[in-house]
Every structure is written in structure tokens, then in C-alpha cells.
């Protein structure tokens, strides 16, 4: 049998063994999967509070009120005169947006703009995607009272048929959180479970803050690491390919592109997380500092992605650092095959995953095998 071989049946019957391995690797990923699944059920946003004032009081004002209420993704919780009303109501965080009619709306004789949106910073994307309606609503109630408003002067073109915009969000034309937030917040997850464990795992060889002795007794020691390694990574693919077949297959999301090139996308991130552990902990030699810098690493890697929260015009720090981690690269060709970009495109992404075995897991293995004395 392989050294290689070896040491993935070893560290299979270790973890096997070892209860809070075996929940790190098993039922801790279920349960955090589990949980989002359940918080993000549902996924579209939907009845988004918001409050409307209303300082015409007219029947165009009362129009576009019920028109609001009427759409499915908003619910008009409250109506009052006053802004300062509106705008407790938001910060006591009983409504996302509210909506300022002004007097005279949609006449000659309006000083204000027809309609102002205001929401809450906190409540970026609810309140991003509330006044999106809020504005769609009160435009197509506008442009439906102009014709009988325009008069004799607005004969020649109250009889014109108005153009219809149809915005399309590709990848996502049902604007779903969970779909959205699934695809991200998930692999993340098991980015960071994943360097965790075999952090955790090379630890166990360590032996006075050095690897001399296991490089002794070994005869094949980079077989043998990789093979240990190779049961986290297994493990973290399992769990990928199991998130992804629940969002397409058991919650009917469509990947337009190739759900193949997304599988080899999450062996690559794996595979990358194991390589970036094995460097951590032959850099440091110590178990307690590998795992903060995982957390740096693989804890801050969604936030940095810019998926997000975009990056571009940031600063110069957040866009490398952006770059140096390896779950932007996985993202990006993630999100290129939900929309259905083309292979080729992605060639760049596979490539730069394929840098942290290369190079960190080359240089991780190089330390451990060089490995003589306690340092």
C-alpha cells in the first residue's frame, strides 16, 4: 500500500475515533448548513415594511399609495403627514424605506421633486431593493396619470403607446437571498471548517514545536501528509457538492452555466484551504497562532471577495488582499457559471487556485520534511 494511501486510511480511522474531529468534519457543517438553510427559507424578498407620507392627500397621492401596497414585495405598514413619524419608525426598525409625496405631486405646480426615497443605511439591501419598487410603482403610476393630465396641449401624444422596460437580473431574474447569499455564505462555511481541521490535524504531529520526529519515523513523508490531508479535503467537497445539489436539486435554483466546472472549482478551493493550513502551521510551528491566521484568512475571505460589497475604487489594500485569498478566485468562477459565462473565461480563476498547492503547499511541505530539531 501507497504511503499515500497509508495515511488517508490512518486519518480516516483517527477522526473515526476522535468524537470532536468526527463533529467538526460531520455534524458541525450539517448544523451551520442546516441553520442558514432555515434562515434563508424563502429566499425572495417579500411584504419589505414601508411608510408613506403623504403630504397632498389627493387622489393621485392615494394611487400610488395603493399601488404600492398592492405589490407583493412591499406593504404600506403606515401613513402620516409627517417625516419625522417616518423616520422613528425606521430607526425603531418597523419599516426599511419611507416615501415622501409632496404636495401638488405630479402637477406644473410641484416645487419638490415628485417623490423622495429614503432608507436605512443598516438595511442595505432590504432598503436597496424597497425603493427600488417604491420608485418602479410610483413611475408607472405617474406615467398612467399623464395622458389624462396633459389636456388639448397633450393631444398629439396622449394616444402613444409608452415603451415597457423589462429589467432581468441574470443569474438571479427571481432576485433570491437565499440563492444568492446560499452560494457564498456556504462555501465560506466549509472554507474556514476545512482549514481549521487540518490545521488541527497536522498539529497532532507536531512534537516540541517541530516535525523532526514524524519526519524521522516516515518514510514518505509528503506521501503521507498528503494523503492526511486529503481526508479534510474529501470531506470538504462532500459537503460543497451536498450544498449545491440542495440549492439546484431541493430548492429548484438553475445553475445556467456548468455544475462540472463548479464541482472542479470546489476541489481546487479545497484543496487550496489544505494547502494554505499546511503552510500556517510549518511557518508558526503552533497550533493556536495557525488557527488566527485561518480566521484572517479564510474567516474574512467573503467579506473581502467583493461579492458583496464591491471593491472597485477601494483602497489599494482591500483589492491585493482581495486577491491573495483563495476563496475570490473560487467566487468569481462560481458566479461566472451561474450566469452561464463560457469556460474559457474561467481559466484564469482554476489557475490562480492552483498557485496555493504550488507554491504554499510546496513550500509548507519543504519546511515540515526540512524539519531536524525543535526551533
Known amino acids: 500500500m501507497s504511503a499515500f494511501a497509508a495515511s488517508f486510511r490512518q486519518e480516516a480511522a483517527r477522526i473515526l475515533r476522535t468524537p470532536l474531529d468526527l463533529f467538526l468534519l460531520t455534524l458541525f457543517p450539517l448544523v451551520m448548513l442546516a441553520a442558514m438553510a432555515a434562515m434563508m427559507w424563502g429566499g425572495t424578498l417579500s411584504n419589505l415594511p414601508v411608510v408613506i407620507v403623504d403630504q397632498d392627500g389627493g387622489p393621485l397621492a392615494r394611487a400610488i399609495t395603493r399601488n404600492i401596497d398592492a405589490t407583493p414585495y412591499l406593504e404600506v405598514v403606515a401613513q402620516t403627514p409627517q417625516r419625522a ?16 409625496i409632496p404636495k401638488g405631486v405630479g402637477t406644473r405646480g410641484a416645487t419638490d421633486p415628485p417623490v423622495t426615497v429614503f432608507y436605512e443605511a443598516v438595511f442595505l439591501s432590504t432598503g436597496s431593493v424597497a425603493s427600488t419598487y417604491l420608485r418602479l410603482v410610483t413611475t408607472a403610476t405617474l406615467l398612467a396619470q399623464a395622458p389624462r393630465d396633459l389636456g ?11 415603451p415597457t422596460i423589462q429589467i432581468t437580473l441574470l443569474g438571479n431574474p427571481t432576485l433570491s437571498l437565499e440563492w444568492f447569499l446560499g452560494m457564498l455564505i456556504g462555501p465560506s462555511i466549509l ?3 476545512i482549514a481549521i481541521s487540518c490545521i488541527g490535524s497536522l498539529g497532532l504531529l507536531l ?5 523532526g520526529a514524524y519526519v524521522r519515523d516516515t518514510p514518505a513523508p509528503v506521501a503521507a501528509l498528503s494523503g492526511r490531508l ?11 457538492v451536498a450544498w449545491l445539489l440542495w440549492m439546484t436539486l431541493a430548492r429548484g435554483y438553475r445553475v445556467e452555466g456548468s455544475v462540472a466546472l463548479i464541482v472542479i472549482g470546489l476541489v481546487l478551493l479545497f484543496i487550496a484551504t489544505a494547502a494554505i493550513g499546511l503552510l500556517f502551521i510549518a511557518v508558526t510551528r503552533e497550533v493556536g497562532t495557525s488557527f488566527s491566521g485561518a480566521v484572517i484568512v479564510a474567516g474574512s475571505a467573503l467579506a473581502y471577495s467583493g461579492a458583496t460589497l464591491p471593491l472597485s475604487g477601494g483602497l489599494w489594500y ?41 507554491i504554499g503547499g510546496v513550500v509548507g511541505m519543504v519546511l515540515i520534511v526540512r524539519s ?4
Open 85 to 100: 413619524e417616518a423616520l422613528a419608525m425606521v430607526r425603531r426598525e418597523q419599516a426599511v424605506a419611507f416615501m415622501v
Open 152 to 162: 388639448v396641449a397633450g393631444a398629439s401624444v396622449a394616444g402613444r403607446t409608452l
Open 191 to 193: 472554507h474556514l471548517v
Open 207 to 211: 512534537r516540541d514545536k517541530s516535525f
Open 230 to 240: 486529503a481526508v479534510h479535503v474529501l470531506a470538504g467537497i462532500m459537503w460543497g
Open 318 to 358: 482591500a483589492q491585493d488582499w482581495s486577491k491573495v485569498l483563495p476563496l475570490t478566485h473560487y467566487i468569481l468562477l462560481q458566479m461566472d457559471q451561474l450566469i452561464g459565462v463560457t469556460a474559457r473565461a474561467d481559466l484564469t480563476p482554476m489557475i490562480a487556485l492552483l498557485l496555493y498547492p504550488l
Open 372 to 375: 531536524k530539531r525543535p526551533v
